[in-house]
């Protein structure tokens, strides 16, 4: 035993005495001439989604080629990925501008990319009380249809190929977000209303105006599209068309904006596309001339004119209220709602944290 604690004691002092002999490690040497960065590169939320052309998917839906073996099987106009009526309205090529409230573009993106018609800016500058505008405009080999993926062979019918004007959307974003995704743009082309519209204000005045004049940024005019949808169940994706909503606008001449398979009657567009004045569209669809000049805030209300208890109509349709529109064409989504259940509290219910839709860069009050 004593031979034992002699060795144990003679490790135990060598390890000792071999860490007391080591030396620590030199302090670190700072070198003055260090490179220092004072400012650094302004913090951006980047934008993505997919731009789009809302008339187009509409038409898809409708014109969509029946399958005998499920005949409700079309695909639903719905802005999702892997919805085929995405792929035939995405706008291959387009670009996407970002414009502050003062008018300024303050970001782009590059050519909206197939076969989605995805985006992406650089950013914008990391303020979640700034609201932009997205305004999309079109660009050289701008393509609509997806034609290689639903030829014609097939029963698809063709999205005709016009010209497509600089449309801007009115929902504004905010960067609220680390990125603001599942941005939806849409762009608008002479198939649609702006087609229907060029011929009706050409009736009226007598004078023949082309769509190109009407849709002239430089002319002054405005040219607000309001499309009120059905309820959507998730966020603003879905895209079914309302119906029997009628509008009153406190500025401005208002146009019902309707479809009928293409070739029904005189006075339609390559897509169907029809208008008629101070009428109620049977597609909850709009179409709103300002003239140059007419400054200050307007208010487009909507009504409800259906009772359908089992639908759960009349619904509800929030106002569109703008305090001036910019000139050219834009373009607004506006979702029905209906009439919401009460609920009833449940004491033992512990609360639970309110959803997080700062990625949708909803602007902050």
């Known amino acids: ?11 135990s002092a060598a390890v000792l005495s071999a860490c007391a002999d080591s030396s620590a490690p030199p302090p670190p040497v700072l070198d003055s001439k260090a490179p220092y960065i004072d400012d650094l590169p302004e913090h951006r939320i ?56 003062t008018g300024e573009v303050v970001d782009s993106s590059g050519p909206a990319l197939p076969p989605w018609g995805n985006f992406q800016t650089r950013g914008l500058p990391a303020d979640p009380t700034v609201p932009y505008l997205i305004r999309a405009e079109p660009a050289e080999g701008l393509m609509v249809g997806a034609s290689d993926f639903f030829p014609p062979e097939a029963g698809f019918a063709p999205i005709p190929a016009v010209p497509y004007y600089p449309t801007t959307s009115m929902r504004p974003i ?42 002239d940024a430089a002319s ?9 949808y059905s309820p959507s169940p998730v966020l603003d994706a879905f895209l079914f068309p309302s119906g029997d909503i009628a509008a009153e606008t406190t500025a401005g001449t208002l146009y019902a904006i ?17 208008a008629t004045r101070d009428g109620v569209s049977t597609l909850g669809y709009y179409a709103l001339v300002v003239q140059p000049g007419t400054a200050g805030a307007l208010t ?66």
């Open 46 to 101: 980047p934008v993505s989604g997919v731009v789009f052309d809302p008339e187009a998917m509409f038409y898809s839906f409708v014109t969509w080629p029946a399958d005998p073996e499920d005949p409700e099987g079309a695909p639903p106009p719905a802005l999702l990925y892997g919805m085929p009526t995405v792929m035939r309205s995405s706008v291959w090529g387009a670009q996407v501008h970002m414009v502050s409230p």
């Open 174 to 215: 905010a960067a609220t977000g680390t990125q603001c995704l599942i941005q939806s743009p849409a762009i608008v082309g002479e198939a649609g209303a702006l087609g229907a519209l060029a011929q009706v204000i050409s009736e009226e005045t007598g004078t023949s105006m082309s769509v190109a004049s009407l849709a």
């Open 220 to 228: 002054g005019r405005s040219v607000a599209l309001l499309w009120v």
């Open 300 to 365: 487009v209300s909507f009504v409800d004119t259906l009772e359908d208890p089992e639908m759960g109509r009349p619904w509800e349709v929030p106002p569109f209220f703008v305090q001036g529109l910019p000139p050219g064409v834009s373009f607004t989504r506006l979702f029905a709602m209906a009439p919401m259940p009460p609920v009833e509290e449940n004491p033992y219910e512990e609360p639970a944290p309110p959803p997080d839709f700062g990625f949708l860069c909803y602007p902050m009050e």
């Open 1 to 11: 035993m004593k031979v034992r604690s002699l060795v144990v004691s003679s490790l």
């Open 258 to 274: 309707d479809w009928a398979p293409p070739g029904s009657f005189l006075g339609q567009t390559e897509m169907g596309y029809f």
